[in-house]
Nanobody, 118 residues
Framework: QVQLAESGGVLVQPGGALILSCVGS????????MGWYRQARGKQREWVAT???????NYADSVKGRFTIYRDNVENTAYLQMNSLKPEDTAVYYC????????????WGQGTQVTVSS
């Protein structure tokens, strides 16, 4: 019943910027931690960024200084602001969420494709 819906992925030129959105619904209890992951073609899924309900954030070294994760707890939405995009950022980006009192379960969205190419 818990559903995460990502959106915002498009084709963008190197150096460009995008904002990805992840809207959560059907969750009870509330969402605790949300994060963004990505998987490039032929590569393993990797963690990108995490944000707690209180707004504490962590980033992978590969995106520090370029990406920003933030959330709106009222709208149950997490965002990923991506700046200075590079071709190596090309991947399917997935949103993940964990719920209060049910943190052992990972909930995943279907993913949104980001392609950085000239």
């Amino acid at each position: 019943q818990v559903q995460l819906a990502e959106s915002g992925g498009v084709l963008v030129q190197p150096g460009g910027a995008l904002i990805l959105s992840c809207v959560g619904s059907g969750h009870n209890p509330p969402i605790s931690v949300m994060g963004w992951y990505r998987q490039a073609r032929g590569k393993q899924r990797e963690w990108v960024a995490t944000i707690t309900r209180l707004g504490n954030t962590n980033y992978a070294d590969s995106v520090k200084g370029r990406f920003t994760i933030y959330r709106d707890n009222v709208e149950n939405t997490a965002y990923l602001q991506m700046n200075s995009l590079k071709p190596e950022d090309t991947a399917v980006y997935y949103c993940k969420a964990n719920l209060l009192l049910k943190s052992i379960i990972d909930y995943w969205g279907q993913g949104t494709q980001v392609t950085v190419s000239s």
